[in-house]
């Protein structure tokens, strides 16, 4: 390992779709990789010398729900879901919690 932190690394969840480009060929790859916190991101990790990565969802996640209570829920189950994909790639990856600031 050579002890390289990748800060505010970009992943999805399925429930955040990202809308569709000129290029539905190049989306469909950029999607594959954003949804993949496993095999592919780390190997890529390996292959360039990055140790660590703190994950962060890609926009706008929560923040376009307009129910303030759904919002709220919804945090909930995405952090859940990232504290699972840290606990399980540890110690390779930490994250940045999503904020409902409909409600803070």
């Known amino acids: 390992m050579h002890g ?23 989306m469909r790859e950029i999607r594959r990789r954003l949804l993949d916190v496993s095999e592919q991101r780390l190997a890529d990790m390996d292959a360039t010398g990055v140790d ?13 729900e307009t129910d303030a209570r759904h919002a709220v829920s919804g945090a909930k189950k995405v952090n859940d879901t990232l504290a699972e994909i840290v606990a399980t ?16």
Not at 18 to 26: G, Q, S
Not at 89 to 104: C, S, T
């Open 52 to 64: 660590y990565a703190i994950l962060s969802l890609v926009s706008p996640d929560i923040q376009s």
């Open 89 to 104: 790639h540890e110690p390779r990856y930490g994250g940045f919690a999503i904020l409902p600031l409909q409600d803070p």
């Open 4 to 26: 390289k932190i990748a800060f505010e690394e970009h992943y999805n969840l399925p429930q955040f779709e990202i809308p569709e480009h000129a290029d539905a060929a190049k």
